[in-house]
């Protein structure tokens, strides 16, 4: 199953017909996608599931009828353990990017991190998983798919990047975690909520 938020309302692709977490359930072939996007923007819905008992793919099914862009990005641990975190337009957030043509995605999570944060000595660990979006840029919808890796550095003055509207990049700890992931993107909550586990 596969879940992807729009304006932080979830979508989830299933192929079995199970009620999930109480929303609306559509049959993929018989919906109009947009259609219901478009619910979901104007908060007529909080949320649906797409199912496809037949589809071989419902997840390529559905990402066919967007722009897709691929990023990058890291969940980065210090010496002590604490969880690295941009602040940015307001929100709470993880550093990413977008990869570049010709960069692997281990490369594009690392350059992302060190252009956002000023961070030094990262060391890549671990893919994490992938979370996906959707959102609008120039009248056309996005679905961006984000890869995460698990990073390590040691502790250090770090430097937002406020040519990209970031304007702080901190270690925090267990109570600043939860302090910022009241105030960040369900899938970055999601996401780290997920590594506790």
């Known amino acids: 199953m596969y879940i992807i938020f729009y304006n932080e309302n979830p ?112 060391k890549l660990g671990n893919f994490i998983d992938k979370t996906y979006h959707i959102y609008e840029y120039k009248n056309q919808l996005v679905f961006k798919i984000t890869h995460w890796f698990e990073m390590a550095c040691s502790n250090q003055k770090l430097t937002p990047q406020l040519e990209e509207g970031i304007t702080k990049a901190e270690f925090l700890d267990e109570k600043g975690q939860q302090v910022a992931l009241n105030t960040t993107y369900a899938n970055i909550k999601l996401l780290v909520d997920n590594l506790k586990y």
């Open 11 to 122: 979508i989830y692709l299933s192929d079995n017909t199970e009620n999930i977490h109480n929303i609306k359930s559509f049959d993929f072939k018989r919906s109009d996608i947009f259609e219901l996007l478009n619910q979901l923007k104007n908060g007529h819905l909080n949320g649906f599931t797409l199912t496809d008992e037949t589809s071989a793919d419902l997840y390529q099914d559905f990402v066919q009828h967007f722009k897709i862009i691929e990023a990058a990005g890291g969940l980065v641990f210090n010496e002590t353990k604490e969880l690295l975190f941009i602040f940015r337009n307001g929100v709470w957030d993880l550093p990413k990017g977008k990869i570049e043509k010709g960069e692997t995605i281990e490369e594009a999570a690392l350059r992302e991190v060190e252009e956002e944060c000023g961070v030094t000595d990262l």
